[in-house]
């Protein structure tokens, strides 16, 4: 049986779910969100997983082959934050939960897409440009540095022109409002505060425009690439997703090297999916990241992109290569 | 743009380590009860003349941080209910309620994660926090 382990409102997730219905595959859907309102019992030492869902109880151990890991929910992800426990409690239940659900990794014979631990390290950008550069991908030249020199060191070598980004998630939640750190253009050194910088460490990068952007999204052996464009022909300046709603994506084709190089880099990380952010600069293609569990649900459906389809090949693949 | 400075009070010093000896919560809450051992100790921390005011600045990005709602704090469009029959999403805008994906334009469904979903990441390591 296949596995969906996400929250409700994950509506990439019901582009899946569609075509499993309609191909009548066997899977089976946890919002884990929800884990708290049924049963959820891990028994040892003879690893049995007990879930409950609509009454009925699953022993994952027993009858899953593949898990597609997309975005499991929080406990109080349904609770208006001001009903919320307090942060503590929170923290202390996700916590627990976080720990009961890792315990699914110890199933053994599982195909996951992907495996949390190898999506969790090849979040690391540093890794994800080095393991790039190995392969033979082009990668822009950067450092990542709490130290302002060595950031304008490199500013000096790229005409002053440089771009900056966040480590690791871009996402700052505090009590009462939410923030997002884009992909920005440093043009002027003096922005480079001593005191700022030595708080946390910044990705920068020499600054490649003009650019053409591309969105691959690799799923097992197939590459479906999109090239993004402003709708209004003018080029884009850095960091597309702030300019998402003056957009058009279109499919493409990759030239034959950059799309094995990404085959082999999904591959490379032990990943069976991963969405990759390619800029095309001066007639070379420059991976920049890759999301492991990145979004598609918005190329999917406007774009007639299909990647649920792909994605359902692949699970029921590993659902029944056994003869299970 | 001018740097985004916020002021922290860290507390160090041998003048915190004697008052906090001496005035140790453990010490108030054993002869006094936790309350007032904790009004003491806060004062202690308010008006430490011996701590070290020190100051630290915000993170150079977040100079460039723009608002959004995550999709922890979003709460789902009222127009949107989750059918556990189908395990999909369905859409009661129409007197069909059609699932939330087959729905709409071009455009998509906007159920809750419209801020950051396109081309958002996700972080597994951290995301339950």
């Known amino acids: ?39 959820a019992t891990i028994c040892l030492p003879d690893l049995r997983i007990l879930v409950s869902k609509h009454g009925r109880v699953h022993d994952l151990t027993r009858d899953i082959n593949v898990i597609w890991y997309r975005r499991p929910g929080k406990p109080f992800d349904d609770i208006p934050t001001g009903e919320r426990p307090s942060l503590a409690t929170q923290n202390f239940v996700n916590d627990q939960w976080y720990s009961w659900l890792e315990a699914i990794q110890l199933i053994p014979n599982i195909t996951w897409i992907n495996h949390p631990k190898a999506n969790d390290a090849i979040e690391n950008k540093a890794r994800q440009l080095l393991i790039a550069s190995k392969l033979g991908f082009e990668i822009p030249e950067t450092v990542i540095t709490n130290d302002k020199n060595d950031a304008i060191r490199l500013a000096q070598e790229h005409d002053n022109y440089l771009i900056a980004k966040a480590l690791y998630s871009p996402l700052i939640e505090e009590p009462d409002e939410d923030f997002f750190v884009f992909t920005n253009i440093i043009n002027d050194v003096d922005l480079l505060r001593e005191e700022e910088m030595r708080v946390s460490p910044t990705i920068f990068q020499q600054a490649l425009v003009p650019k053409i952007d591309y969105r691959v999204t690799v799923v097992g052996q197939r590459v479906f690439a999109v090239r993004i464009e402003r709708l209004n022909e003018k080029p884009l300046q850095t960091d597309w997703r702030m300019e998402k709603d003056d957009l058009r994506f279109l499919p493409c084709n990759l030239p034959p090297d950059v799309d094995i190089l990404c085959q082999r880099y999904v591959d490379e990380c032990d990943l069976l999916f991963g969405a990759i952010d390619l800029v095309q600069h001066e007639e070379k293609f420059f991976f920049l990241e890759i999301n492991p569990n990145g979004e598609w649900g918005w190329l999917q459906k406007p774009n007639n992109i299909p990647i649920a389809e792909t994605l359902c090949d692949l699970l029921i693949f590993y659902d029944t290569k056994d003869g299970a | 743009m001018e740097p985004q400075r916020e002021l922290y009070k860290i507390q160090n010093g041998a003048g915190q380590v004697f008052l906090n000896l001496i005035f140790s919560r453990k010490l108030y809450t054993n002869w006094l009860g936790s309350w007032y051992g904790s009004v003491i100790n806060y004062l202690i921390l308010i008006f430490n003349p011996f701590g070290k005011e020190a100051t630290m600045n915000k993170p150079f990005l977040l100079r460039f941080a723009h608002s959004c709602v995550s999709p922890g704090r979003a709460m789902p469009d009222p127009e949107y209910v989750y059918d556990e029959s189908i395990d999909m999403v369905r859409w009661l805008g129409s007197p069909d309620n059609p699932p939330a994906i087959q729905a709409h334009g071009k455009s998509g469904p906007m159920t809750k994660k419209s801020d950051v979903e396109k081309g958002d990441d996700t972080k597994d390591r951290r995301m339950w926090r």
Do not use: C, Q, Y
């Not at chain 1, 997730?13 to 859907?29: C, T």
């Not at chain 1, 929800?34 to 049963?39: E, F, N, T, V």
């Open chain 1, 1 to 39: 049986m296949i596995l969906i382990l996400s929250n409700k409102w994950d509506l990439t997730v019901d582009f899946v779910v569609a075509e499993l219905r309609s191909r009548g595959s066997n899977f089976i859907r946890f919002n884990t969100e929800d884990l708290a309102s049924g049963r």
